[in-house]
């Protein structure tokens, strides 16, 4: 196996993560940041992020296969692969910000002495590879010296160590044979299947005789697979939240609706679960991007509006239905489980549980909330107060409360102690916004209990004898 030195430019979500797998299939990679505290963390062995296996990979190849540093010229002077994973923030407009990304190029171009192959990692709309060569031509950069190409990522928050090193396809959009060869390299111990061999890999989906797929073409094509795939997962999402809806008004169930579309092999079971809808640094932005690059080439995208007014909607639907259990909001003290914006993540960024709170907190509530990774973070938004406190637990946030809201999909959340539960509650109400529970199992157990897409049993509080108050 050829060992490929590579530059990663950023050390965030994406950033790291690329690293540490590049590292872990034997490439020599320097991760760069301009922040020296984060460098410094990272060097001493921290973790700034939470990701399974990442703590595992960075202990196992940190100052070894990867190393950090501030010095990005010294990094690029001596890599032959720079891949781009700073952030590529929403702009006013929907635009992406793409400041960091040249930034960082105007840097690269001072550095560049032998021929490169500069990276797109972040997700960039259509014609930014284009952009960057026009940038580091009129740097003074010699065409000869230098490709760029795409490499997008498709790694979800919570799972993103195994959806580098398992993943369903390896894109890679390159101009020239010179640029794609170099990442058929970097690439081909998965590709080829030699890293599913070594005793040491990361069990997965892939394997050697099933390796990952690679799949090049070109620069533009590369660069809008990654904005359709993000696209089409929170299209996936909003029409089967469009369809929950529906189906709440006639009664039927919109998890068996989900069961029966998802069986259909060319829809699928996955990303079929109604609720709260999507957050996170990446489906929003890239909705919004996709609009943007079709508009900028003169299209109306009117679809992507949809998807976005149909998940910006599911707030309120959720909203509406605490204020239908609960009557009257304010002074009414509420247990909210969950702050992430997804399960197995510390990220809040775009979290539609902090939405709702916000809103529950606007409407004169008192929330207790509970998060298995995310408070701290939350915190940091929503300071604790008068209003908003934080639980060690799920039970402690349900002490007393009016009723306990499931806003985020944590597994622990869907195997709590039915029967505590149901003592600590002043009321035995819960208003799940991510279909954790079946209603029957809720009922049998005594509560109220609503959800989404589904009709809710408010007769429950009456057949089950309660606590004297
Ligand atoms: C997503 C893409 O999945 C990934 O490929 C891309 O690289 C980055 O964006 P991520 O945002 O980390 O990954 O999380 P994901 O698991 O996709 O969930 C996104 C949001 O959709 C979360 O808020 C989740 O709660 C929500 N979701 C997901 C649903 O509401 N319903 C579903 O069925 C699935």
Not at 159 to 178: K, M, N, Q, W, Y
Not at 270 to 294: E, I, N, Q, T
């Amino acid at each position: 196996m050829n060992e490929v030195s590579i530059c990663v430019i950023g050390s965030g979500y994406v950033g790291l993560v690329a690293a540490v797998c590049f590292a872990e299939i034997g490439h020599r990679v320097i991760c760069v940041d301009n922040d020296e505290a984060k460098v410094n963390l990272l060097r001493n062995g921290g973790v700034p992020i939470y990701e399974r296996h990442l703590p595992e990979l960075l202990k196992k190849h940190s100052g070894k296969g990867v190393e950090f540093t501030t010095d990005l010229g010294g990094a690029v002077r001596e890599c032959e692969a720079v891949f781009i994973a700073v952030g590529t923030p929403q702009g006013d407009s929907g635009a992406a910000d793409l400041s960091f990304v040249e930034a960082v190029v105007s840097e690269i171009a001072r550095e560049i002495s032998g021929y490169k192959v500069i990276v797109e990692k972040s997700t960039v709309p259509v014609y930014t590879n284009e952009w960057i060569r026009r940038v580091l031509n009129r740097l003074g950069v010699p065409t000869a010296r230098f490709d760029v190409a795409s490499n997008p990522e498709f790694l979800r928050e919570g799972s993103a160590v195994e959806d580098f090193l398992h993943p369903d396809r390896i894109v890679v959009g390159a101009g020239t044979d010179r640029a794609a060869e170099v990442l058929r390299r970097i690439y081909a111990p998965l590709s080829e299947g030699t890293y599913y061999s070594r005793p040491d890999a990361l069990p997965g989906m892939c394997s050697a005789d099933k390796p990952a797929k690679l799949l090049v073409t070109s620069a533009q094509s590369a660069e809008i697979i990654k904005h359709a795939s993000n696209a089409f997962l929170a299209l996936k999402i909003s029409f089967i939240n469009a369809v929950s809806n529906l189906a709440e008004s006639v009664e039927a169930d919109i998890e068996d609706i989900a069961a029966g579309i998802g069986m259909d092999r060319r829809i699928g079971p996955r990303f079929l679960h109604a609720g709260l809808g999507y957050g996170g640094s990446c489906f929003p932005k890239d909705v919004a991007a996709f609009h943007w690059v079709a508009h900028q080439q003169g299209l109306n995208f009117q679809l992507l509006e949809e998807v976005r007014r149909i998940n910006d909607a599911q707030r309120e639907v959720f909203f509406n239905k605490v204020r239908s259990a609960l009557w009257t909001l304010r002074g009414k003290k509420l247990a909210a489980l969950g702050l992430a914006f997804k399960c197995d993540t510390d990220d809040i960024r775009e979290s539609p549980a902090l939405a709702v709170i916000r809103q529950l907190l606007d409407a004169g509530a008192q929330v207790q909330a509970y998060d298995p990774a995310a408070m701290e973070r939350a915190k940091g938004v929503l300071p604790p107060s008068d209003k908003m406190s934080y639980a060690a637990n799920p039970y402690e946030a349900a002490e007393n409360a009016d009723a306990v809201l499931i806003l985020t999909e944590w597994g622990e959340f869907a195997r709590l102690d039915l029967p505590r539960l149901n003592r600590l509650l002043k009321f035995p109400i819960v208003i799940d916004g991510r279909n954790l529970y079946r209603p029957q199992t809720m009922a049998e157990h005594g509560f109220t209990y609503v959800s989404m897409g589904r009709p809710a049993n408010y007769e429950a509080q009456l057949g089950k004898p309660r606590k004297t108050l």
